[in-house]
C-alpha cells in the first residue's frame, strides 16, 4: 500500500510517505522561465531549493525556487485554497518528490473550523489523475512523471499531531498514563496562519475522541504575525523600504540584519511579536477551554511554530507545555499513521 501523507500548511508543506521518505519545503508557487541562460554562469543543482517544472509548457517554480525567483510567487490565504489551481499543483509536487509509485492513496487535513464544511468536496477535489510534471530541475532530475489519486482521506488537523503525540510509529503508547479512560489531553497546532487547539479524551484500549466544544481554530493568529511586525519593523527603520520574504528567515535566526552597511536590531521587535501572539492564543485557549484548563492531564505543543513559541507559551501552562517530537511534521506523520491504520483495518474486514 503506497500511502502519501501531505500538510498543506499557509507556510510551508510537509510531506511523508510510507517508504519513509519526507520533504520540506515553503508553500510558495509561482510562474517560471526558461534558465537555460543562467546555466552558462552555473548549473543548477537537483535539490530542493531547485524546484522547477513546466505543466503543458508552462515553467513554474515553486518552494525557495518561487521566492528567490518568481516575481508572482504567491502563498494561497484562501480558506477554501483545495479548490485554488496552485493548490493542485504544489500537492503534486510534494506527492512525486516523496512517492517512488505513480498511483497514491493520499491522506491530508484541514483546520477544524474548516473541517465540517469542507472535508467532503476536499477528498473528491484531491483524488483522480493529476497532470504531467516535466521536471526541469530539483530533487527528481529531468523526468516526466504523472501521478494519480486512487483513494483520499481527509483529517481534522491537530487530529494528527495528538496521534503523533501520544503513540508511537508501531502505534504503542508513548505516555501510558495518558491512555486510562477518561484522560483528556489538549494539544495546541501552531502553524503558518491559523492555531489550532483540540481536546481529546480516552476511550480505553488506546482510543481516544475529540471533544468539538473545546477544539477550534484561531484564525489570522501564527508565524504570519511575527512576519508582519519584522517587515513593518523593517520599513520603520529604514524611513520606508521594503524587504522581501527571502530574508524574514536569517532575520528571526540572527534578529538582525545589514542595510547600507549597518546592523538593523529586531531583538525587540521579535521578542514583543513572539509575547503578544502568544497571549492572543492564551485568551483564546481560556474562554474555550475555561474550567478545563485547569484539569487537562496534558497539553502539548506542536506545528512548525511550536518551537517558536514554546519558551513564550509555556509560562501560560505552569511550564507543564510538552513539545511534540519533530513539530513540524506532527500533522503529516499523524495523518501517515492514521491512514494505514483505517485503510489496514478496512482491508482486513473485506
Known amino acids: ?53 513546466k505543466i503543458n509548457g508552462e515553467h513554474y517554480f515553486i518552494g525557495e525556487l518561487a521566492k528567490r525567483e518568481s516575481s508572482t510567487s504567491t502563498r494561497i490565504f484562501e480558506q477554501d485554497r483545495y479548490t485554488h489551481e496552485y493548490t493542485r499543483i504544489l ?18 487535513g484541514l483546520p477544524l473550523d474548516f473541517y465540517q464544511s469542507q472535508a467532503k468536496e476536499v477528498k473528491s477535489k484531491i483524488q483522480g489523475i493529476y497532470p504531467e510534471l516535466e521536471w526541469v530541475s530539483g530533487p ?4 516526466n512523471r504523472k501521478i494519480s489519486v486512487e483513494q483520499a482521506l481527509v483529517f481534522p488537523q491537530g487530529a494528527g499531531a495528538i496521534l503523533s503525540a501520544l503513540l508511537s510509529e508501531q502505534l504503542t503508547p508513548v505516555y501510558p498514563e495518558l491512555m486510562e479512560a477518561g ?4 494539544l495546541v497546532d501552531i502553524g503558518f496562519r491559523t492555531t489550532d487547539y483540540i481536546v481529546v479524551e480516552m476511550q480505553g484500549r488506546g482510543v481516544f475522541k475529540p471533544l468539538p466544544g473545546l477544539s477550534g481554530t484561531i484564525d489570522n493568529v501564527g508565524v504570519n504575525n511575527l512576519h508582519r511586525d519584522i517587515l513593518r519593523g523593517y520599513k520603520d527603520m529604514t524611513g ?4 522581501k520574504e527571502e530574508y524574514i528567515d536569517r532575520i528571526i535566526r540572527q534578529k538582525m540584519i545589514k542595510f547600507r552597511g549597518q546592523p538593523l536590531k529586531f531583538h525587540h521587535v521579535i521578542e514583543s511579536s513572539l509575547s503578544g501572539t ?16 485547569d484539569l487537562l492531564d496534558a497539553v502539548f505543543i506542536a506545528g512548525g511554530g511550536g ?24 500533522n503529516a506523520t499523524g495523518y501517515l499513521k492514521l491512514g494505514r491504520a483505517m485503510w489496514q483495518t478496512a482491508e482486513a474486514a473485506g
Open 240 to 243: 520606508g523600504s521594503d524587504l
Open 91 to 108: 500537492l503534486n509536487a510534494a506527492i512525486q518528490l516523496v512517492s517512488d509509485e505513480n498511483v497514491v492513496r493520499l491522506v491530508t
Open 278 to 293: 502568544c497571549t492572543r492564543m492564551v485568551d483564546v485557549l481560556k474562554l474555550a477551554w475555561a474550567n478545563d484548563l
Open 307 to 330: 518551537e517558536l513559541y514554546y519558551p513564550y507559551l509555556n509560562p501560560h501552562f505552569n511550564h507543564q507545555l510538552q513539545k511534540v517530537e519533530d513539530s513540524q511534521f506532527a
Open 183 to 186: 484522560v483528556k489531553v489538549g
Open 140 to 143: 527528481l532530475g529531468k523526468v
Open 1 to 53: 500500500m503506497n500511502i502519501v501523507s501531505v500538510d498543506l500548511g499557509y507556510g510551508y508543506i510537509k510531506a511523508v510517505s510510507s517508504n519513509g521518505k519526507k520533504v520540506l519545503f515553503p508553500s510558495l508557487v509561482g510562474r517560471g522561465h526558461d534558465r537555460t541562460l543562467s546555466g552558462l554562469f552555473y548549473s543548477p543543482n537537483n535539490d530542493l531549493t531547485e524546484c522547477h517544472f
